[in-house]
């Protein structure tokens, strides 16, 4: 474990740190940051005191990306979450723009460090420690990705190696050369989104590198704050740094399967509280095998909201899609969502061996599982684009 004293805390205790937490970061940020001071207090909230605990949180108002693009539009380039004076910032991130406007986000050097931490046990709960040789295979440019996985790799003690700027059999010479132990990167670049949590995505990563994958979870806007253990049951939230909720999507109440709503609690330059993160969870609260109390996401991030496909009244996740798609051999696969009438229909196109053959095995096995028949084309051996980020594989004409 990172820290251990912290991820086996009993849950009483977690909660009540959190509720600490949450109080210092309202102390924090009431009258000073403008974005959340005008939002809270047009909630009634009109200081930190009045946040006195769990019952004030759960009134507190949810609050979504389209909310901080809108900010970010008015205030450009930045918003108005900002906790302290430009000069105080010293790092600029940007979201990769799969899922609408890109976000610039800006930390100071205390949340960088922050990042840095939860990204420590992101590390330590695959395994990864001092002595271990780190890869990462990443041009590092505006998008998050891991740079703050470099920093906290460093810190643990790990050799960490820069494999940006070269083209693939470059990096994997140089990962046999320096004699790499462990190497992170996307699912898109070890074989394909959205990751290491699809069961079938995992056996080829791992068929294919001779290596156990883990899967972590993380948002520019957020924070790196879900991370799977030895036991790989689902990710765990990292209860120390985030706080996880549930929710009804067209409700907003708590609910078993639903919308990630999270909260992060040691980013105060620009916080997040209440975000609605439009991911798909399940939670677990069951003691996990590692030892560790956090709550789990069983299974994983199950898929995104607004990539829900409703296919003749089917409700159908790309996610569920990769996950027959990958039990076959399959280089690449496109999903083309595209209006026949009133309704939408999907065609899945495959670089697939046997051709046609193989295409309809593949067909046979999305009915069998999803429960409606989707048309599968095959298409030529590496006519469908590639990816080093996020793949973008949902695709409407």
Known sequence: MYDAALEALDPGRLRARQCQRLQALAEAIVGVNPFWTAKWRAAGLASARDLRGWDEFACLPLTTKADLVAD????????????????RYVRVHQTSGTSGAPLRWLDTQESWEWWARCWGFVLAGAGVHRGDRVFFPFSFGLFVGFWAGFESSRALGALTIPGG???SPTRLAAMERLGATALVCTPSYALGEPGAGIPSVRARIEAGWGARAYDHAGMTEMGAYGFECEA???????????????????????????????TNLGRLGSPLVRYRTGDRARLARAPCAC?????????GILGRL????????????????EAVVRRFPVEEFQIEVFRDGELDEVRVLVEVDGG??????????????????LEVAPVAPGSLPRFELKARRVVRL
């Open 291 to 299: 030892g560790r109390t956090f709550v789990r996401l069983e299974g």
């Open 356 to 373: 046609v053959d193989g295409a309809r095995r593949v067909q046979e096995a999305l009915r069998a599982s999803i429960g409606i028949r």
């Open 165 to 167: 700027g070269q083209d």
């Open 306 to 321: 607004d990539d829900m496909l409703i296919v003749r009244g089917v409700n159908v996740f790309p996610s569920s899609i």
């Open 72 to 87: 970010q539009n008015a205030s450009a380039p930045f918003g108005t979450n900002l906790t302290y004076p430009l000069e």
């Open 232 to 262: 790989q049951a689902g990710l765990h939230v990292n209860e120390a740094e985030f706080i996880a909720e549930v929710i009804d999507p067209a409700t907003g109440a708590p609910a078993a399967d639903g919308e990630l709503v999270l």
